[in-house]
């Protein structure tokens, strides 16, 4: 068999066929030809047989790797004048717009992300870790279905810290499919304002509920004229049980720092240290009280209650916990109250971000094994590769040829 005739079989590339190849110590380099004779913009449909003129350089591809060598594609490519685009080099249909690398490496390379840390996946394909957030971002871009945003109805909103230094994402989830569905870097109102944006005023209608928690910068983008004009706001009970647990931490600090009085002699203590002392001996029992309260109102959202059973044991629990005298759970009972619908909501319809808490911790496990992303399209383009609705194969995975836009 010829060399030529057995690297056409073994590098199934399509639309080509193998001319030349040589052997180098570290590399095999494999020149290949076009077979169409129509041009294809990469950028667009537009295709044409006039050609503009030919490269006087080949253009070469990164390859799967062929045991210890690397497997270099080369071409020589013709140059289109696209109507919209402008003079543009012809497109392949073995790989992606502006790449340096095959579809079927760059498959490779994304399937490794989503599953291995950074030092691994450059160690196996040795290119470097900003190469892999690129070769991410383009798989998502080419496979992230255009069509997720058509049909949904519940979606939650919630931010994940992708990098230290206060970097958030915005993450959008199908509580339908369980994917992410959208996702953008910050997470202020004006982050939200794009997914609404995107999502346009015919689909935002659609949406029977949008679960969420008490950040203001949410809800005041869901609030706004045509963004969820028919959605129920839901407010995540978890979030109101872990502000609770934070309230019980700020009682428990404040009662051991009250604890350092009882250490000192009476004569040493200041005017202040001397009232907390008193106040300590006529009350006491702060942090157990309030450990109670923290507890009594996560069995309201634990889930074996009718929607009036919640509600009543709510307005109870606010009354208790108005007039505990603990600073933390008045301040508390303020803000369940100024949410008290959507929370009502979220358990009437059963709609949490428990799903999308559940993502989140997906998403932190990701970001921390792969650490060190130089920006947040990659952590974003990492997230959606593991969460978001695409299906990864890989190569050997590929039981037909894919259709390409060229």
């Known amino acids: 068999m010829r060399v030529t005739t057995a690297f056409n079989r073994l590098l199934a590339l399509p639309g080509t066929t193998v001319r030349d190849v040589s052997f180098e110590p570290a590399q095999i ?37 062929l045991g210890r ?26 790989a992606r717009v502006e790449s340096g690398f095959t579809r079927d490496f760059e498959d490779l ?64 989830t199908d509580h339908g499919t369980g994917k992410v569905v959208w996702g953008a870097q910050g997470k202020d109102t004006a982050t939200c304002d794009q997914f609404f944006a995107e999502l346009g005023a015919d ?8 679960s969420t928690d008490m950040g203001a910068a949410y809800l005041k983008s869901v609030a706004k004229p045509g963004h969820a004009p028919n959605a129920t706001v839901c407010i995540d009970p978890f979030h109101v049980v872990a502000l609770a ?10 009662v051991w720092n009250q604890r350092w009085v009882l250490l000192k002699r009476p004569e040493r203590l200041t005017d202040t240290q001397a009232a907390t002392l008193r106040k300590l001996r006529r009350h006491g029992g702060a942090a157990w009280r309030a450990y109670g309260l923290k ?10 209650l009718t929607p009036s059973e919640t509600t009543e044991l709510l307005d109870r629990w606010c009354v208790k916990a108005a007039r505990s005298r603990l600073e933390p759970f008045v301040k508390l009972t303020g803000t369940v109250r100024t949410h008290r619908e959507g ?64």
């Open 29 to 65: 380099t494999v020149t290949v030809a076009l077979r169409r004779r129509r041009l294809a913009c990469a950028d667009c449909s537009h295709s044409s047989r006039a050609r503009y003129d030919t490269r006087t350089v080949d253009s070469s591809w990164r390859h799967l790797d």
């Open 69 to 94: 060598l690397r497997l270099v594609v080369r071409a020589k490519l013709r140059r289109i004048d696209c109507p919209t685009h402008g003079v543009r080099t012809e497109g392949v249909p073995f």
């Open 109 to 172: 390379v994304a399937w490794l992300a989503t599953r291995m840390d950074k030092t691994a996946v450059r160690r196996l394909v040795r290119v470097a870790w900003q190469t892999v957030g690129a070769i991410c971002a383009r798989v998502v871009t080419d496979q992230l279905d255009p069509g997720r945003l058509e049909e949904l109805f519940e979606v939650g909103i919630d931010e994940v810290s992708w990098r230290k230094g206060h970097r958030y994402l915005t993450l959008v």
């Open 203 to 210: 689909r935002a209608a659609k949406l029977a509920a949008v």
């Open 245 to 254: 647990s934070d309230a019980l931490d700020q009682v428990r600090r404040q």
């Open 295 to 304: 507890e009594a109102l996560r069995a309201v959202f634990a889930g074996d």
């Open 343 to 406: 929370i009502l909501a979220a358990i009437r319809l059963g709609i949490n971000n428990a799903r999308v808490e559940a993502l989140n911790n997906k998403v932190r496990l990701i970001t921390r094994r792969a650490y060190g992303f130089h920006s947040a399209q990659a952590a974003l383009a990492l997230v959606m590769l593991a969460c978001g609705p695409i299906t990864l194969r890989l190569p050997y995975e590929q039981t037909h040829v894919r259709p390409h836009s060229v």
